[in-house]
Antibody, heavy 120, light 107 residues
Framework: QVQLVQSGAEVKKPGASVKVSCKAS????????MHWVRQAPGQGLEWMGIIHPTDGSTNYAQTFQGRVTMTTDTSTNTVYMELSSLRSEDTALYFC?????????????WGQGTLVTVSS | DIQLTQSPSFLSASVGDRVTITCRASQGISSYLAWYQQKPGKAPNLLIY???TLQSGVPSRFSGSASGTEFTLTISSLQPEDFATYYC?????????FGGGTKVEIK
């Protein structure tokens, strides 16, 4: 069965960087793009960007341009999201989500979420 | 960017009620709209994609429809497990965006 397993919770100081991993299994990794979405406490969902699993091409939301880097490792079927220059507003639950290959490409499988807390 | 306006933001309903949630796009997005259900502390779960296609495994009491730039999620008979927050999402162009969410609570 398809699984996306994310790395554990992180606590970071303002100005630091965080790198979250998302390991995929149960399907052919190269067949599906991967997205990252975050959710601040008590807030809605915010799309961060997308990465192609094999060639590593990306498209980032303007909000995160210059601070986010998404990468892929085909040897371990893992995608990564690194966010730099962290501030308190980056405290959120970060999700990876697989883009389905059906029409319009909705997000059919999600990771369990990684809580990133930014606090001095 | 194309915006999605979801309404209502909060809804109080009883088990067995018919519930309708609306999502309006600021521009045409064809049928590039999905609906998700999210429970506290959990990842969202895909319910509907391409505006009206039911995701495999999702109960048939959930349905989606579209008319121009207005999209609707309907739950025909609300069940106890349906109390959650619902989000629409457009997928036609980057940046992808979500609606603000509708929290469905027990009356």
């Amino acid at each position: 069965q398809v699984q996306l397993v994310q790395s554990g919770a992180e606590v970071k100081k303002p100005g630091a960087s965080v790198k979250v991993s998302c390991k995929a299994s149960g399907y052919t990794f190269s067949h599906n793009y991967m997205h990252w979405v975050r959710q601040a406490p008590g807030q809605g969902l915010e799309w961060m960007g997308i990465i192609h699993p094999t060639d590593g091409s990306t498209n980032y939301a303007q909000t995160f341009q210059g601070r986010v880097t998404m990468t892929t490792d085909t040897s371990t079927n893992t995608v990564y999201m690194e966010l730099s220059s962290l501030r308190s507003e980056d405290t959120a639950l970060y999700f990876c989500a697989r883009a389905s290959t059906v029409t319009t490409g909705p997000f059919d499988y999600w990771g369990q979420g990684t809580l990133v807390t930014v606090s001095s | 960017d194309i915006q999605l306006t979801q309404s209502p933001s909060f809804l109080s309903a009883s088990v067995g009620d018919r519930v309708t949630i609306t999502c309006r796009a600021s521009q045409g997005i064809s049928s590039y709209l999905a609906w998700y259900q999210q429970k506290p502390g959990k990842a969202p779960n895909l319910l509907i994609y391409a505006a009206s296609t039911l995701q495999s495994g999702v109960p048939s009491r959930f349905s989606g429809s579209a008319s121009g730039t207005e999209f609707t999620l309907t739950i025909s008979s609300l069940q106890p497990e349906d109390f959650a927050t619902y989000y629409c999402q457009r997928l036609n162009s980057y940046p992808l965006t979500f609606g603000g969410g509708t929290k469905v609570e027990i009356k």
